[in-house]
């Protein structure tokens, strides 16, 4: 409010609000000036911070129009908080005009595959596939509910969790509390078990309550996903070399000498209840060694079918070398099938050989010098007197 203007002159950097019309305040008319225009602010009072403020109302003009440089309010939250929901002012950088910056509740999301084939009557784990996102403190409660068709859920820990539905072991469904940290610990490894001898479709329904312990709107903000399920009889990839099953993540060993290639053959065998198609063999982080797949295997598996490839291991020089291999499937969990294979090479020539060799041509000349002098022993040679 001003006095008397006419005896004062003013400025604007911009950015003001002022409920007084233009001809009354001229000098408000800077880049995101609003004149004739009510900022709605709240009481003066105990917003949070060092002094008392008057922080916005939900739908005042004054949010996200302001623009400037300092990096937090009166109450010491960080600045700007821009809404993409509201458009900033001409040059701004969304921050809200006055002493307070609003913050609104953000809402959370529920991180989860769309859809997946599972093989009947095996359990089914989400290994970090399932996630909440939230703007909630470290403290603050979520509600998350969990419901199952054609089968139960089972969290991976139960720990700082809360239940009112449920008890997070083997259930259709459950309702429970917990914070952002607790709750993401129970879904990382979470089980899902078809019913017993079950084909068909089933879901899982994920849903999350923030209960809007975040921002000035006081606002309750939810999300939710579905898993649409397809419980199948899977393929099943084994591999095997010699008739020793290497498991995946497994490794297994060649040997040979240097500047020589090694051939290693591998079998594959589908133990899964339907076909199994076979994609790319690759192969990575080679030390001292170049792979050549020789011999590809099919293409696709029948149930109980086999089929073989083979590798030529080159390694570069005498000693250790080593490689990964992974085999792309339609393997339900074993997508790639991943190896690490690892040898030795050594001289193509063996030291103790060289070394033979060496002394048996010293033997040789010493044997023949022995042969000489035992000759001329009995050898008879005229004795002259003098």
């Known amino acids: 409010m001003f006095a008397n203007t006419a005896l004062a002159s003013f400025a604007s950097g911009g950015y003001n609000i002022c409920t007084r019309a233009l001809p009354e305040v001229p000098w408000l008319n800077a880049t995101g000036d609003q004149v004739s225009t009510n900022p709605m602010l709240g009481p003066l009072q105990n917003n949070g911070g060092p002094v008392h403020t008057m922080r916005p109302l939900i739908g005042s003009p004054a ?12 109450r010491g939250i960080a600045r700007p908080f821009d809404n993409p929901g509201i458009a900033n002012a001409t040059g701004g950088d969304g921050r809200d005009i006055g002493a307070v910056e609003f913050i ?53 820990q139960l720990t700082g969790l809360t239940f009112s539905i449920g008890d997070g072991t083997s259930d259709a469904a459950m309702t429970f509390t917990g914070t952002l940290t607790h709750i993401n610990a129970a879904l990382s490894g979470m089980t899902f078990t078809p019913t017993p001898a079950y084909l068909g479709a089933a879901n899982i329904q994920i849903g999350i309550n923030d209960q809007g312990h975040v921002g000035d709107d006081a606002t309750v903000l939810n999300d939710s996903e579905n898993i649409a399920l397809m419980v199948v009889e899977l393929p099943e990839i084994t591999l095997l070399r010699d008739g020793v099953e290497i498991v995946d993540g497994g490794g297994d060993n060649a040997y040979g000498v240097a500047g020589a290639a090694i051939a290693r053959t591998f079998t594959i065998r589908n133990d899964g209840l339907n076909t199994l198609n076979i994609g790319a063999l690759t192969f990575s982080n080679q030390s001292n060694c170049t792979v050549t797949l020789n011999a590809a295997p099919a293409a696709t598996l029948a149930l109980t079918a086999t089929t073989t490839f083979t590798l030529e291991i080159a390694p570069a020089a005498e000693g250790a070398f080593s490689f990964d291999m992974q085999i792309a499937s339609d393997d339900a969990d074993e997508d790639p099938y991943d190896v690490h294979i690892v040898g030795t090479t050594t001289d193509p020539v063996p030291r103790d050989q060289v070394l033979n060799s060496e002394c048996s041509t010293r033997e040789g000349a010493a044997g023949l010098w022995a042969l000489w002098l035992l000759a001329s022993a009995l050898i008879p040679v005229p004795w002259v007197r003098r």
């Open 63 to 74: 949010i996200d129009k302001g623009g400037g440089s300092g990096t937090t309010d009166a």
């Open 104 to 156: 609104f509740n953000q809402a959370p999301v529920v991180t989860a595959p769309a859809a997946l084939n599972i093989a009947h009557d095996t359990a089914y784990v989400f290994s970090g596939t399932v996630s909440i996102s939230d703007d909630a403190g470290a403290t603050d409660l979520l509600q998350l509910t969990l419901t199952a068709t054609q089968g139960t859920l089972t969290l991976a």
